[in-house]
Protein backbone atom coordinates (compact mmCIF):
# COMPACT_ATOMS: atom_id res chain seq x y z
CA UNK A 1 0.00 0.00 0.00
CA UNK A 2 0.98 3.51 -0.69
CA UNK A 3 -0.15 7.19 1.05
CA UNK A 4 -0.12 10.36 -0.38
CA UNK A 5 -0.97 13.07 2.18
CA UNK A 6 -1.41 16.78 -0.23
CA UNK A 7 -0.71 20.04 1.79
CA UNK A 8 -0.21 23.53 0.91
CA UNK A 9 -3.54 24.89 -0.59
CA UNK A 10 -5.02 27.76 -0.48
CA UNK A 11 -6.15 31.16 -1.37
CA UNK A 12 -4.59 33.65 -3.41
CA UNK A 13 -4.82 36.59 -6.12
CA UNK A 14 -4.77 36.08 -9.73
CA UNK A 15 -0.97 36.33 -10.59
CA UNK A 16 0.43 34.52 -7.74
CA UNK A 17 2.13 31.33 -6.21
CA UNK A 18 1.43 28.46 -4.71
CA UNK A 19 3.87 24.98 -3.76
CA UNK A 20 1.52 21.92 -3.27
CA UNK A 21 3.25 19.40 -1.60
CA UNK A 22 2.83 15.75 -1.37
CA UNK A 23 4.03 13.15 1.11
CA UNK A 24 4.47 9.77 -0.05
CA UNK A 25 4.97 6.89 2.39
CA UNK A 26 4.58 3.06 2.33
CA UNK A 27 5.59 0.24 -0.58
CA UNK A 28 6.95 2.92 -2.98
CA UNK A 29 8.32 0.46 -4.85
CA UNK A 30 5.57 -0.03 -6.52
CA UNK A 31 5.26 3.49 -8.27
CA UNK A 32 6.13 3.85 -11.87
CA UNK A 33 4.52 7.20 -11.82
CA UNK A 34 3.09 9.92 -10.23
CA UNK A 35 1.23 13.17 -11.28
CA UNK A 36 -0.97 16.12 -10.18
CA UNK A 37 -4.73 16.45 -10.94
CA UNK A 38 -7.38 18.82 -10.29
CA UNK A 39 -11.46 18.84 -10.22
CA UNK A 40 -14.15 21.70 -10.19
CA UNK A 41 -17.72 20.50 -8.75
CA UNK A 42 -19.60 18.86 -11.70
CA UNK A 43 -16.88 18.21 -13.85
CA UNK A 44 -14.49 15.34 -14.41
CA UNK A 45 -11.11 15.24 -12.85
CA UNK A 46 -8.31 16.40 -15.31
CA UNK A 47 -4.79 15.29 -15.35
CA UNK A 48 -2.47 18.68 -14.84
CA UNK A 49 1.23 17.14 -14.50
CA UNK A 50 2.71 14.06 -14.34
CA UNK A 51 6.29 12.42 -13.39
CA UNK A 52 8.32 9.21 -14.16
CA UNK A 53 10.76 8.86 -11.05
CA UNK A 54 12.73 6.35 -12.91
CA UNK A 55 13.99 8.52 -15.56
CA UNK A 56 12.43 12.27 -14.44
CA UNK A 57 10.33 12.30 -17.60
CA UNK A 58 7.93 15.10 -16.73
CA UNK A 59 4.50 15.76 -19.00
CA UNK A 60 1.97 18.73 -18.65
CA UNK A 61 -1.55 19.74 -20.07
CA UNK A 62 -1.31 22.24 -22.24
CA UNK A 63 -3.04 24.54 -19.84
CA UNK A 64 -0.50 24.79 -17.09
CA UNK A 65 2.15 24.66 -19.68
CA UNK A 66 4.95 27.44 -18.68
CA UNK A 67 3.47 28.19 -15.03
CA UNK A 68 3.67 24.73 -13.57
CA UNK A 69 6.20 22.42 -12.63
CA UNK A 70 6.42 19.13 -11.13
CA UNK A 71 9.22 18.07 -9.08
CA UNK A 72 10.10 15.00 -7.20
CA UNK A 73 12.47 15.34 -3.75
CA UNK A 74 13.74 11.48 -3.40
CA UNK A 75 15.20 12.19 -0.03
CA UNK A 76 11.83 13.25 1.35
CA UNK A 77 9.93 11.31 -0.17
CA UNK A 78 7.93 13.73 -1.44
CA UNK A 79 6.01 14.93 -4.67
CA UNK A 80 5.97 18.63 -5.11
CA UNK A 81 3.72 21.17 -7.72
CA UNK A 82 5.40 24.60 -8.07
CA UNK A 83 2.23 26.83 -9.69
CA UNK A 84 2.98 30.24 -10.95
CA UNK A 85 0.84 32.89 -13.14
CA UNK A 86 -2.11 31.33 -11.06
CA UNK A 87 -5.40 32.35 -12.89
CA UNK A 88 -9.00 32.25 -11.44
CA UNK A 89 -9.83 28.85 -14.01
CA UNK A 90 -6.88 26.99 -11.78
CA UNK A 91 -9.34 26.92 -8.79
CA UNK A 92 -10.19 23.45 -8.28
CA UNK A 93 -9.04 20.56 -5.77
CA UNK A 94 -6.05 19.35 -6.43
CA UNK A 95 -5.09 15.63 -6.28
CA UNK A 96 -1.73 13.77 -6.12
CA UNK A 97 -2.16 10.64 -7.61
CA UNK A 98 1.01 7.58 -8.28
CA UNK A 99 0.53 4.51 -10.02
CA UNK A 100 2.15 1.92 -12.24
CA UNK A 101 3.03 3.21 -15.73
CA UNK A 102 0.53 1.50 -18.01
CA UNK A 103 -2.19 3.55 -19.90
CA UNK A 104 -1.92 6.81 -20.86
CA UNK A 105 -0.66 9.64 -18.44
CA UNK A 106 -3.97 10.96 -17.83
CA UNK A 107 -5.46 8.40 -17.72
CA UNK A 108 -7.28 8.06 -14.10
CA UNK A 109 -7.05 3.90 -13.68
CA UNK A 110 -3.61 3.72 -13.83
CA UNK A 111 -3.35 5.46 -10.95
CA UNK A 112 -3.76 2.89 -8.10
CA UNK A 113 -3.35 5.50 -5.41
CA UNK A 114 -4.53 9.00 -4.60
CA UNK A 115 -4.42 11.91 -1.93
CA UNK A 116 -7.33 13.53 -0.33
CA UNK A 117 -6.83 16.53 -2.20
CA UNK A 118 -6.53 20.47 -1.30
CA UNK A 119 -7.91 23.08 -2.28
CA UNK A 120 -6.65 25.94 -4.61
CA UNK A 121 -8.65 29.07 -4.78
CA UNK A 122 -7.31 32.34 -7.22
CA UNK A 123 -9.47 35.14 -6.86
CA UNK A 124 -9.15 37.88 -9.94
Known amino acids: QVQLVESGGGSVQAGGSLRLSCAVS????????MGWFRQVPGKERDGVAVIYPGDGDKFYDDSVQGRFAISLDNAKNTLYLQMSSLKPEDTAMYYC?????????????????WGQGTQVTVSS
Open 97 to 113: AAGRAHGGIWWLPSYDY
Open 26 to 33: GYTTSIDR
